[in-house]
């Protein structure tokens, strides 16, 4: 009877909406004739394709959302607000059917994200500026909410295909990047931030996809993607997106005991480095410094350029040391995330050479940090746990060691930049997005059973992992 009464309504749906749009149009045309109309009607028409087909592709939609919105394209200024709307539809409806079916546990880790959200809560009543910064609790309420449901719902029971979409997803991004960097167009902006996805999303996610058992064809396609994101963090110069590229890789790599696939790639850079400077004498040593001193004076030290912000900081914690400035917002009360795919730097916040560790604790002070820490920490341990199975089985075939390498490299890169409880920035979504399917796949506390390797494989007619021991 369900399905009738299902199918006698999506019939009248095709039949009368486009007889209603037909009479709106004809008795009002002007609101046809607006790109403001024009723009609800569409968004409209994606939130309900979307919602038709919630655990496919609402995740999808979600993520291209907020990148669009953050990229130097000309569509970027209509998901501005667009994103918003996506992420507070998903994060309502994921909690209507997660609590419907009751068949997902929310647990502590869950827990620990809500309680952050309440120190962001009170943080933003003590401030000066309540209104401002309530809307960025918000805004990270309804991201940690869409992260326990939505982004939770798209993967249960679709493991196969999820995994699968986010490889093939992750390589047309990065051959996208590539070609609009090939034809003269930053589209990413900053050099900081093509950095930042490249080396926290694009490297680990491909090296980890050239591991797996695929096809030849599949494999060095998948590789060479991999080194043509490494090429654009390098191409970046961006001190904290090379750390933790190199970083990420090389625990990769060990975890997995894959020491000669480390070795070669060791080689390689060396090569490439002996060979640049063969041909001009000048190449590398110009390249170190624009890389380690970034126009500094080199007798004031690496960290220089980092001197000033992280100062702006700590003076900043101290004249509110409890409570914070409040979430989301600066001193003098501007919004500290609205240039993050710049990231830009001024007195009071550490946008483009700063910590988001730093920042943290001084948007929401010493007693709000705790909350933060504790969930930073819960991210460690599940990161730990991973790294252990996969020093244990030298198995990359488990759907937690994506996951967990682009949580460690998220968690290095944010200890460089501020972007990492800035909702409005595209690596924010997609990280925490990453971390609470960790939460929910990570291996348990290893125990002698785990000593024999899990076989794992993408299995397209069941539409899920198949494992066997």
């Known amino acids: 009877m369900t399905d009738r009464v299902q199918k006698v309504a999506i019939f009248a749906a095709l039949v009368f909406i486009p007889l209603f749009l037909a009479m709106v149009s004809y008795a009002r045309p002007g609101y046809f004739a ?33 990148l669009l919105a ?62 401002f910064s309530l809307l960025k609790v918000l805004s990270l309420f309804l991201l940690f909410m869409y992260g326990t449901t939505g982004v939770r719902l798209a993967v249960s029971g679709r493991e196969n ?15 996208a990047v590539a070609l609009f960097y090939l034809g003269g167009r930053p589209v990413m902006g900053n050099p900081n931030s093509l950095g930042a996805v490249m080396a926290v999303v694009g490297a680990p996610i491909l090296l980890w996809g050239a591991l797996l058992e695929e096809s030849p064809s599949v494999h060095h396609r998948r590789l060479l993607l991999c080194v043509l994101s490494l090429y654009l963090v390098f191409h970046s110069q961006s001190r904290s997106g090379i ?4 970083l990420v890789c090389t625990l990769m790599c060990a975890a997995l005991r894959r020491y000669k696939l480390l070795a070669q790639g060791i080689c390689i850079m060396v090569i490439i480095l002996a060979a640049s400077t063969i041909i001009d004498p000048q190449a590398v040593p110009n390249f170190v410094d624009s890389i380690l001193y970034k126009g500094k004076d080199p007798a004031l030290g690496v960290l220089a350029s980092r001197e000033s912000p992280w100062q702006g900081a700590i003076d900043s914690i101290k004249k ?23 990231f830009e730097t001024n007195e009071y916040t550490t946008r483009e050479n700063g910590s988001s560790y730093l920042t943290i604790v001084t948007w929401v002070g ?15 341990g599940k990161i730990f746990r991973t790294v252990l199975w996969m020093l244990n089985t030298g198995n990359p075939c488990h759907p937690a060691v994506p996951l967990a390498m682009v949580a460690f490299a998220g968690l290095v890169h944010a200890g460089f930049e501020d972007w990492l409880f800035a909702p409005g920035y595209y690596l924010c979504v997609f990280f925490w997005s990453m971390v609470f399917i960790l939460a929910q796949c990570a291996p348990p506390a290893l125990w002698p059973s785990f000593s024999t390797p899990w076989r794992l494989r993408f299995a397209r007619t069941t539409g899920g992992f198949a494992v066997s021991r």
């Open 243 to 246: 750390v933790t590229v190199l």
């Open 366 to 380: 010493i007693v709000g940090a705790v909350p933060f820490v504790l969930l930073i920490f819960a991210v460690v």
């Open 34 to 66: 607006s790109e403001s109309y024009l723009g609800i009607v569409l968004i409209f028409e994606f939130l309900f394709a979307a919602l038709w087909m919630y655990r496919r592709v609402f995740f999808l939609i979600v993520i291209g959302a907020f």
């Open 161 to 175: 295909r999820f995994y699968s979409g986010l490889l093939l997803g992750v390589e047309i991004f990065v051959a």
């Open 320 to 342: 509110h040391l409890w409570f914070g400035s409040g979430f989301g917002v600066t001193d003098n009360g501007e919004d500290a995330s609205a240039h993050l795919n710049s």
């Open 70 to 131: 953050g990229v130097s394209l000309p569509v970027g200024g209509f998901w501005t607000i667009g994103r918003w709307i996506f992420l507070a539809v998903g994060a309502l409806a994921g909690a209507v059917i997660m609590l419907k079916d009751r068949s997902h546990r929310v647990g502590g880790f869950h827990a620990l994200g809500l309680f952050a959200v309440l120190a962001g809560l009170v943080s933003a009543a003590v401030c000066r500026y309540t209104g």
